[in-house]
């Protein structure tokens, strides 16, 4: 049964700072990774979904990483600022329409 | 503006009061699901729809019925809440694309059910 674990599941950092979010998945047979902005009391957005034949997909001031064979994806926020304050979650995609998420990074970005 | 719509987005019942919540895509999305979302469980899928008439269940399907009569909606019916459905529901949907360029898949702005 596939397990996704986010570390850690809360981060502090003062604005401007680049960070890293970790993901890692237990069975390596995925089709895709995503991750995923959730603010309080709102859904979730797509931030970045990465095939498992790629190896890292950027969008703007984020930048995620995919390694297949060792069950884990990085997500890089260069120059975080207050508005990236949120939960992060990342979600990876097997053989059936299911998505198993992490229980997510909630990302605080003082200023 | 591309959107999933659910309705309501918050409802408080009591126990065994059968009740209904809405999903809907405006993207003729094929895939749709429903989540739950619990502290320190996650988002966990109760139902899913790869098209009109097409449903299977997820990881927690007990307590919920689902039906796909067209292609835009996918409502989420508990016919006998219990205090244990007290959560946060997402709805989400996908479109289908052989080439699996379309797996974004796009969620709703949740449904905070509590049961009494």
């Known amino acids: 049964k596939q397990e996704v674990t986010q570390i850690p599941a809360a981060l502090s950092v003062p604005e401007g700072e680049n960070l890293v979010l970790n993901c890692s998945f237990t069975?390596?047979?995925?089709?895709?990774l995503q991750w995923f902005r959730q603010d309080p009391g709102k859904g979730l957005t797509s931030l970045l979904l990465?095939?498992?034949?790629?190896r890292e997909q950027t969008s703007g001031r984020l930048n995620a990483s995919l390694d297949k064979s060792s069950g884990r994806s990085t997500l890089y926020i260069a120059a975080s600022q207050p508005g990236d304050s949120a939960t992060y979650l990342c979600?990876?995609?097997?053989?059936?329409?299911?998505?198993?998420f992490g229980k997510g990074t909630k990302l605080t970005v003082n200023p | 503006e591309a959107q999933v719509t659910q309705n309501p987005r918050y409802l408080i019942t009591v126990t065994g009061k059968k009740l209904t919540v809405t999903c809907s895509q405006n993207?003729?999305?094929?895939?749709m699901s429903w989540y739950r979302q619990d502290p320190g469980l996650g988002l966990r899928q109760i139902y899913y729809?790869?098209?009109?008439?097409?449903?299977d269940k997820g990881d927690v399907p007990e307590g919920y019925k689902v039906s796909r009569k067209e292609k835009r909606n996918f409502p989420l019916i508990l016919e006998s809440p219990s205090p244990n459905q007290t959560s946060l529901y997402f709805c989400?949907?996908?479109?289908?694309?052989?080439?699996?360029?379309?797996?974004?898949?796009?969620f709703g702005p949740g449904t905070r059910l509590t049961v009494l």
């Open positions: 990465i095939q498992s034949s790629q």
């Open positions: 989400a949907s996908r479109a289908f694309a052989s080439d699996r360029s379309t797996d974004t898949q796009y």
């Open positions: 729809s790869m098209n009109v008439e097409v449903t």
């Open positions: 069975d390596s047979a995925i089709y895709n």
């Open positions: 993207m003729n999305h094929e895939y």
């Open positions: 979600a990876v995609k097997g053989g059936s329409e299911k998505l198993v």
